[in-house]
């Protein structure tokens, strides 16, 4: 070693004492079995869950459940001038809320957990120090005093030369300052950044197989870019070789906006003689925009932010389960096959994933929503639906906890049955939806069909208010309508009526239209019968009379 170099690495961090060493002892090889996978996130605190973020996180999520691996949560605030307040909590609440489970790591807003920590990038400024002094030693890194001004004047120098613009090569202005030169520099109080120095040449090649995209050449690095910002801080490259590799990090996915970073942080992980992790780069979720793909936007979609989908009342499971189909080509076929499994039993394959970024499709989220909540008891729908109308509708809340068992009553209409309705995608429906089985909701709509008259709705009302038996299954619910209808000229069977419609007025079926119009206001409803078991004797009496009075 240099002695120079070593004068220069005590002249720029003074106050480090350790040696890479005593972290490599401090953060021993994770004890998982062969093939296990350890996966990350790694969000900066600087906005809300973000869509993206929820879904890079159940790619790592379900990368590790997969092979039996970690999955941990690590906070890059390096930046705290963009960190917002309460980040970090709605950040990994919201994932806990998504059913992502952190093995380590950030496991709530203020806890941590797991011997791989700190997990905050904002508490390791010592561990990158100390990394970055061995390479300052080794003559791999070197401190760098240019000022803004400097810097522009060397890219604006480069744009007029045609050439490609950074700090590299014959650019790299200080890339062999003496200790003599650095220290005047330091003792006039001038801050300096920590550089990179960079054996890399643009002329060689670099070669790796991304976990999702496949084979991908880029030119080496050749830029002596920064490791240590003026205040001590890393730069993203820097706190992603060391922390990924302190951590034990088997795979990094990340967002495909990464993948030109590549080149550097393969380099990195070489000089520091580092085993490098095996990156997948995840491409966004699209959405097509007037017929053209194109990322979804935070500044222009409201989907963007995972608070939507909560707002909206869709349930987290359907969320992920319709995410899993935009992660995974073979999730579709795999869940016809095992319509009641787990998404977390899917075993997932990366190789599966979209290359060019898969489309964010409403319709489909709505189909698988709608077919998750049609299997959910009525117990599990009133338990999620309430805590949805407490935060987001307190009117609907307030009705919804008046009477629960009545409320569970309505809920379970048409449901546990073997083929459920599948009306319901998000619970922001549910009030329209249920509207009418709540005095506080009901308002009547007496719109009869076209074929029906006013006289003859009214005639077979007050006939079948006389017979309505709440005790009646739903076959003799049907007959006693059917004895009314041919008293006032309709047909009992459609099929009487279909051979000859001439002869009669309507058929059975239409009025039970009436009658649904009658007891709800709606001419398609769920099950009438049950619902009007749910309604009790009386009240539908009193509607049957309201709707007498006024059709
Ligand atoms: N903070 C980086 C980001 O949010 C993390 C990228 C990574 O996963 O390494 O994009």
Redesign the pocket.
């Known amino acids: 070693m240099n002695n120079n170099n070593s004068l220069m690495a005590d002249l720029l961090l003074p106050d480090i004492d350790k040696l890479p060493q005593f972290y490599e002892e401090l953060y021993p090889a994770r004890n998982l079995p062969e093939g296990a996978r350890v996966t990350r996130?790694?969000?900066?605190p600087t906005g809300y869950l973000h869509l993206g973020t929820l879904f890079a996180a159940l790619v790592n999520r379900i990368t590790a459940t997969s092979t039996g691996g970690i999955f941990y949560t690590r906070i890059?605030d390096t930046d705290k001038k963009r960190e917002i307040e309460g980040g970090i909590e709605d950040i990994i609440d919201g994932l806990n809320r998504f059913g992502i489970s952190i093995d380590e790591g950030f496991v709530s807003g203020t806890e941590e957990s797991g011997k791989y920590g700190p997990y905050q990038q904002s508490r390791r400024a010592e561990i990158y120090q100390t990394y970055v002094k061995e390479l300052i030693r080794q003559g791999l890194a070197y401190p760098c005093f240019c000022t803004a001004e400097e810097l522009e004047q060397v890219r604006n120098e480069q744009e007029a030369q045609k050439l490609r613009t950074g700090y590299y090569g014959k650019w790299a202005k200080h890339r062999d300052i003496s200790y003599t030169e650095a220290k005047a520099f330091i003792d006039e109080g001038k801050p300096f950044v920590i550089r990179l120095k960079s054996p890399g040449s643009e002329e060689n090649k670099i070669v790796f197989e991304d976990a999702v995209k496949g084979k991908i050449e880029m030119p080496e690095n050749d830029e002596d870019f920064v490791l240590l910002k003026s205040d001590g801080i890393p730069t993203?490259h820097f706190a992603?070789a060391i922390d990924d590799h302190l951590m034990h990090t088997t795979h990094?996915l990340?967002?495909d906006e990464?993948i030109s970073s590549v080149p550097k942080h393969i380099q990195l992980f070489k000089i520091l003689g580092f085993k490098p992790p095996k990156y997948g780069h995840i491409s966004p979720i699209m959405k097509l925009d007037n017929g053209a793909k194109r990322k979804i936007s935070k500044r222009k979609d409201p989907e963007a932010a995972v608070h939507f989908f909560a707002e909206q009342g869709y349930d987290s499971e359907c969320v992920i389960n319709y995410l899993m189909t935009v992660a995974a080509s073979d999730f579709e076929d795999w869940r016809r096959a095992n319509p009641d499994a787990s998404y977390k039993e899917f075993k997932f394959n990366l190789k599966k994933m979209s290359v060019s970024g898969a489309l964010f499709d409403e319709n489909k989220l709505t189909d698988v929503s709608k077919n998750m909540v049609s299997k959910l008891k009525s117990d599990e729908v009133y338990a999620k639906l309430t805590d949805w109308a407490k935060e987001f509708d307190k009117e609907f809340y307030d009705i919804l906890i008046k009477n629960p068992d009545y409320t569970k009553a309505v809920l379970a209409i048409d449901r546990d049955v073997p083929k459920p309705r599948k009306d319901i995608a998000r619970w922001n429906e549910a009030k329209d939806y249920f509207a009418y089985l709540f005095d506080e909701l009901y308002i009547p709509c007496y719109e009869l069909p076209e074929n029906i008259q006013k006289a003859d709705a009214i005639s077979f009302l007050e006939e079948y208010k006389n017979v309505y038996s709440p005790d009646d299954d739903r076959q003799a619910w049907f007959d006693r309508i059917k004895e009314i209808a041919p008293k006032i000229g309709f047909a009992a069977e459609t099929k009487q009526y279909k051979a000859s419609p001439e002869e009669f007025k309507g058929h059975a079926g239409d009025l039970s239209t009436v009658l649904r119009i009658a007891v709800t206001g709606r001419r398609n409803t769920p099950d009438l019968c049950s619902i009007m078991q749910v309604l009790g004797k009386d009240e539908c009496i009193n509607r049957i009379n309201a709707a007498i009075k006024s059709i």
């Open positions: 996130i790694a969000p900066s890059e993203y992603h990094v990340r967002g990464w």
